[in-house]
């Protein structure tokens, strides 16, 4: 099996955007992680250090444009769509979540940079794990 990177939502939480990521490893685990746009970022800056991966563009950043936000659906729509690429482009790299220890660290469920608030428990704010 190969590894599977997806991009499968993403929600606001106190004017934050979180984007959901399901990770399928080599074995079929399957988890459900959180992450805001500046983690890409980060992901982005530490993997193009790192050099271990042919790393592609990642969708810009949302300027304080008054003009842009009134199109605010369509950015996140585009947002999310060139995220998913980036993520899939990353994905078809590696045999192994391992593989890549930068990308690894980004895979990892981490509670602490979870969003908080007033979500209501469900399978978006939940760790899941499951074995295909």
Known sequence: MVVKIELTDHQEVDGVVWYDV?????????????????DFL???????KA???EVPSLPGK?????????????FL???????????????????????????EKFLQVDLSSK????????PSTSVEFTTR
Do not use: C, F
Not at 42 to 48: C, K, P, V
Not at 77 to 101: C, F, M, N, V, W
């Open 62 to 74: 949302q300027s304080l444009n008054p003009l842009k936000m009134l199109d605010k659906d369509g």
């Open 42 to 48: 980060s992901l982005d800056e530490e993997l193009r």
């Open 51 to 53: 050099e271990s991966l």
């Open 115 to 122: 969003p908080s608030g007033d979500m209501e428990p469900g």
């Open 22 to 38: 399901q990770v399928t490893n080599e074995s079929g685990r399957t988890w459900t992680l959180q992450r805001r746009y500046n």
């Open 77 to 103: 729509t585009r947002r999310k769509e060139g995220l998913r690429a980036y993520l899939h482009s990353l994905a078809a790299q590696i045999q192994t979540t391992q593989q890549d220890p930068v990308l």
